[in-house]
């Protein structure tokens, strides 16, 4: 056998020779010294290819701290969707508590679970308040920034992801959302309200260390959490312009847009809902029937579905399904 | 349906695995995997699911139109962390780790796109048969496809660390 060139080298490391040819490879090898030598710079360039591929990874959460954006486990869609997905979150959450339960909330210094504020924080954060209608009652970012070099990193961090929301559509939507937003979650009055309606408000709470858009609030914001930076202040603007607005969903259009959907995620077929929960319209896994989430209508061609698992996804007419027999 | 959650259930994780380290970007890997799925419900049958799987997402990822858009805003979005890192300190090892995982980025940007997406795909451990399938390559180059990926993978990885420390040294 002549000198093995080093495609069938590396076929051989990677098991992809049959039988009969490994033999005759192994007994060659074992006799050449060039294609011995060759062998041992194969197996050295697989295992350090290897490990370089490894390095691509994602370092754990927590271990870069400074990023809020660091924790990326949870499934995420792309930031500008993120960053509407989270301002939802927001909206629901300061419409949802009242004044009185905000103020206690913020001067309990309630902390939440960070890993889905986290998540979501740095894009949500960058919406500018410029882009709201300008009914909006929230002081300008500026007059709450807050000061030191923790602060100013932070601030940096979400100029950063300025770049990451610097879209017309995003802003545009963002205000539709809240709109669809505000108008769902209606009289919604008490925080506790939500303990017994399911997932769906579950996770409400835990994106909310915010206090309600009011001016003495307002100026308190700077909190422990990502979400209660000076932007944020931004986003209780944009809530608060909203909430002037409301815009039910109509029932024939309600009633056309509810049922099955292919999410090519987990879990793989959902239902949505006419039944509404707080936040909005439920949506339920179709293999179980729990209540996993809720959704919004964007427009005619997008559909949003928050989980409460923490994911956003965006449903089209491309996603329809026919609804299984039922069991 | 329990077909859609089982094949969910085996490949998702490989596939997204496989995409971001293709991308550079998980949300786009994401993206691209939730599509991946969406068709594959509607495909039915297929001789050999990975292959199939991986062939589509390949597929899918080469066509994106938004591609441009998407590499720009994440050009942005890695200039943008950059500046906003060089404002806090991490401990060593996450720099370390950051350093390592950059250029990794580099050096198998540095691949041509057959060669990048073969080596991807046998890291995620798909057989010989299933990379010819999904890149529409003859079995007998899959080999030297991987020979080639492997060496300038870890010559350009080399070649990029030791111009990091020569430019450390000068200055």
Same mark, same amino acid.
């Given at each position: 056998?002549?000198?093995?060139?080093?495609?069938?080298?590396?076929?051989?490391?990677?098991?992809?020779?049959?039988?009969?040819?490994?033999?005759?490879?192994?007994?060659?090898?074992?006799?050449?010294?060039?294609? !011995?030598?060759?062998?041992?710079?194969?197996?050295?360039?697989?295992?350090?290819? !290897?490990?370089?591929?490894?390095?691509?990874?994602?370092?754990?959460?927590?271990?870069?701290?400074?990023? *809020?954006?660091?924790?990326?486990?949870?499934?995420?869609?792309?930031?500008?969707?993120?960053?509407?997905?989270?301002?939802?979150?927001?909206?629901?959450?300061?419409?949802?508590?009242?004044?009185?339960?905000?103020?206690?909330?913020?001067?309990?210094?309630?902390?939440?679970?960070?890993?889905?504020?986290?998540?979501? /924080?740095?894009? /949500?954060?960058?919406?500018?308040?410029?882009?709201?209608?300008?009914?909006?009652?929230?002081?300008?970012? /500026?007059?709450?920034?807050?000061?030191?070099?923790?602060?100013?990193?932070?601030?940096?961090?979400?100029?950063?992801?300025?770049?990451?929301?610097?879209?017309?559509?995003?802003?545009?939507?963002?205000?539709?959302?809240?709109?669809?937003?505000?108008? =769902?979650?209606?009289?919604?009055?008490?925080?506790?309200?939500?303990?017994?309606?399911?997932?769906?408000?579950?996770?409400?709470?835990?994106?909310?260390?915010?206090?309600?858009? =009011?001016?003495? =609030?307002?100026?308190?914001?700077?909190?422990?959490?990502?979400? *209660?930076?000076?932007?944020?202040?931004?986003?209780?603007?944009?809530?608060?312009?909203?909430?002037?607005?409301?815009?039910?969903?109509?029932? !024939?259009?309600?009633?056309?847009?509810?049922?099955?959907?292919?999410?090519? *995620?987990?879990?793989?077929?959902?239902?949505?809902?006419?039944?509404? =929960?707080?936040?909005?319209?439920?949506?339920?896994?179709?293999?179980?029937? !729990?209540?996993?989430?809720?959704?919004?209508?964007?427009?005619?061609?997008?559909?949003?579905?928050?989980?409460?698992?923490?994911?956003?996804?965006?449903?089209?007419?491309?996603?329809?399904?026919?609804?299984?027999?039922?069991? | 349906?329990?077909?859609?959650?089982?094949?969910?259930?085996?490949?998702?994780?490989?596939?997204?695995?496989?995409?971001?380290?293709?991308?550079?970007?998980?949300?786009?890997?994401?993206?691209?995997?939730?599509?991946?799925?969406?068709?594959?419900?509607?495909?039915?049958?297929?001789?050999?699911?990975?292959?199939?799987?991986?062939?589509?997402?390949?597929?899918?990822?080469?066509?994106?139109?938004?591609?441009?858009?998407?590499?720009?805003?994440?050009?942005?979005?890695?200039?943008?962390?950059?500046?906003?890192?060089?404002?806090?300190?991490?401990?060593?090892?996450?720099?370390?780790?950051?350093?390592?995982?950059?250029?990794?980025?580099?050096?198998?940007?540095?691949?041509?796109?057959?060669?990048?997406?073969?080596?991807?795909?046998?890291?995620?451990?798909?057989?010989?048969?299933?990379?010819?399938?999904?890149?529409?390559?003859?079995?007998?180059?899959?080999?030297?496809?991987?020979?080639?990926?492997?060496?300038?993978?870890?010559?350009?990885?080399?070649?990029?660390?030791?111009?990091?420390?020569?430019?450390?040294?000068?200055?």
């Amino acid at each position: 056998m002549n000198d093995i060139d080093e495609g069938t080298i590396h076929a051989w490391l990677d098991g992809a020779v049959d039988a009969t040819q490994s033999r005759e490879i192994e007994s060659h090898v074992a006799q050449c010294a060039t294609c !011995s030598a060759a062998v041992a710079e194969a197996r050295g360039l697989v295992a350090g290819a !290897s490990r370089i591929l490894n390095a691509l990874d994602d370092v754990p959460a927590g271990v870069t701290p400074k990023r *809020a954006s660091a924790p990326r486990r949870q499934w995420r869609a792309a930031p500008w969707v993120t960053g509407i997905a989270a301002a939802l979150m927001l909206g629901i959450g300061v419409s949802q508590w009242n004044r009185d339960g905000l103020r206690r909330a913020a001067e309990k210094d309630t902390l939440v679970k960070p890993e889905p504020v986290t998540a979501l /924080a740095a894009p /949500a954060e960058s919406v500018p308040p410029e882009s709201v209608p300008p009914t909006s009652t929230a002081p300008p970012p /500026a007059s709450v920034r807050p000061s030191g070099p923790q602060q100013r990193a932070r601030a940096r961090q979400l100029a950063s992801a300025d770049v990451a929301l610097r879209r017309d559509t995003a802003r545009r939507e963002t205000a539709r959302v809240f709109a669809d937003t505000t108008r =769902s979650i209606g009289s919604v009055a008490s925080p506790t309200a939500g303990a017994a309606q399911g997932a769906a408000v579950t996770a409400t709470p835990s994106a909310l260390p915010t206090p309600a858009p =009011s001016e003495a =609030s307002a100026k308190r914001v700077v909190g422990r959490s990502a979400l *209660a930076d000076a932007p944020t202040v931004q986003l209780r603007g944009v809530v608060a312009a909203s909430a002037l607005e409301e815009q039910p969903i109509d029932k !024939s259009i309600l009633s056309r847009l509810a049922g099955c959907y292919y999410t090519g *995620a987990t879990p793989p077929i959902v239902r949505l809902d006419t039944a509404r =929960s707080a936040p909005g319209y439920l949506v339920r896994a179709e293999a179980s029937g !729990s209540s996993i989430g809720w959704w919004h209508r964007i427009d005619d061609a997008l559909i949003r579905v928050n989980l409460s698992a923490g994911a956003t996804l965006n449903l089209g007419q491309k996603n329809r399904a026919t609804c299984p027999e039922k069991r | 349906m329990h077909d859609v959650e089982r094949l969910f259930r085996e490949y998702h994780d490989p596939l997204v695995r496989y995409l971001t380290r293709r991308l550079g970007d998980r949300d786009w890997a994401e993206d691209v995997a939730q599509e991946t799925f969406v068709r594959a419900l509607r495909q039915g049958e297929m001789q050999n699911e990975r292959a199939w799987l991986f062939a589509v997402a390949t597929n899918l990822v080469r066509d994106d139109a938004r591609k441009d858009t998407r590499r720009r805003r994440h050009l942005e979005l890695l200039s943008a962390e950059a500046k906003a890192e060089s404002v806090v300190e991490p401990p060593i090892t996450d720099l370390e780790r950051a350093q390592e995982r950059a250029l990794a980025r580099r050096a198998i940007d540095a691949l041509n796109e057959r060669d990048r997406e073969a080596l991807l795909m046998r890291e995620e451990g798909l057989n010989y048969n299933e990379i010819a399938e999904a890149l529409q390559l003859s079995l007998a180059s899959v080999g030297t496809t991987l020979s080639r990926a492997r060496r300038r993978l870890v010559e350009a990885y080399e070649q990029l660390r030791d111009e990091g420390l020569g430019t450390r040294e000068a200055l």
